[in-house]
């Protein structure tokens, strides 16, 4: 076939505007690759959401759907949560048989990052404890792993490096970013480490009580002498609760409770009757009503200042 010399003008016509549509596709395809390679992350606690937004910053949707007024480490998600777990880039996990449901669900397993593998030769393991509820979750027991692994904040900064390093497999081209961000946050984080050490140093034996069984990580690490009884910040325990504790307090003389929120007035008051004061440190397993992870951790410590004066 050959071309006449008046076609011949209209071929280099369409080949040029052809080649300019091929162009302008190739030119606007990274601007909708960013658009559409920014991360979907689930987490299965407030602390991994907190950590991975801070890494990820504008790079990624950090997802922690559990409802306010559930404990993330007994709460059971519905199926169409799990669906959005499933379809996240990354699930991360705290590790620690936090969130046991994760054990009884199929999760794409290339999405899974235990966070706390690194120092999984570290766990605290829990000795027989009694069974009891709190919130919506029903009943549920702390023996086994002890899994509020963020409260030594060494550990909390050894997570949000898992994390780092999750994203940037998933992302390289963003690396440096990632790494800056952890750098910052890795620097609040030990920050709190070395401000609780200063704070309990040379007084690691006074005596303490905890109102519940979350605080193995954060006793271990900072040398501290507590012991737990299994009380709620909103109830008033009952009269034999209240026996047991008198007789702890027999042979471990705190004169100081720490609790997990804020506990309610008449236990405040019943407590002060047996010269025990009460300070909240809040593990912000959940979102915090108010500010974040890092105002929340600060506030705890100032509280921790109150005790160690
Ligand atoms: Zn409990």
């Known amino acids: ?81 799990i669906t959005g777990y499933q379809k996240a880039d990354l699930i991360l996990l705290n590790g620690a048989n936090y969130a046991k449901w994760v054990n009884r669900v199929s999760l794409p397993r290339r999405t899974l990052v235990d966070t706390s593998a690194a120092f999984r030769d570290h766990y605290i393991h829990v000795k027989a404890g009694t069974t009891h509820s709190h919130g919506p979750g029903g009943e549920h027991s702390h023996t086994g792993i002890a899994f509020t692994t963020w409260l030594d904040f060494r550990q909390a900064a050894e997570q949000a490096r898992a994390i780092t390093g999750a994203m940037t497999r998933k992302q390289p081209a963003l690396e440096v970013v990632f790494e800056r961000n952890f ?7 030990l920050d709190l480490d070395k401000q609780i050490q200063s704070i309990v140093a040379n007084k690691t034996d006074l005596p303490l009580v905890a109102s519940h069984p979350v605080y193995q990580y954060f006793q271990r690490r900072y040398g501290l002498n507590l012991q737990s009884v299994i009380w709620e910040p909103d109830e008033v325990s009952g009269e034999a609760q209240w026996a047991g504790l008198e007789r702890t307090l027999k042979e471990h003389p705190a004169s100081w409770m720490i609790w997990e929120g804020e506990p309610h007035p008449q236990s405040v008051k019943r ?19 108010e500010g974040d992870f890092l105002t929340v951790m600060r506030q705890n410590v100032k509280h921790l200042q109150r005790v160690f004066k």
Request: net charge negative; proline share 9%.
């Open 183 to 189: 750098a910052a946050l890795e620097a609040d984080l």
């Open 1 to 81: 076939m050959s071309i006449s010399p008046e076609q011949e003008p209209k071929i280099i016509m369409l080949a040029r505007v052809v080649l300019r549509v091929i162009l302008c596709a190739v030119l606007s395809a990274p601007a909708l690759a960013v658009g559409q390679d920014r991360l979907s992350i689930y987490t299965v606690n407030y602390p991994l959401q907190y950590f991975a937004q801070r890494i990820a910053a504008e790079h990624a949707d950090v997802v922690f759907p559990a409802p306010a007024d559930e404990d993330p480490a007994f709460w059971q998600p519905s199926v169409e949560i």
């Open 271 to 289: 407590l002060r009757g047996l010269g025990v004061g009460s300070i909240v440190f809040n593990p912000a397993g959940n979102r915090p009503e």
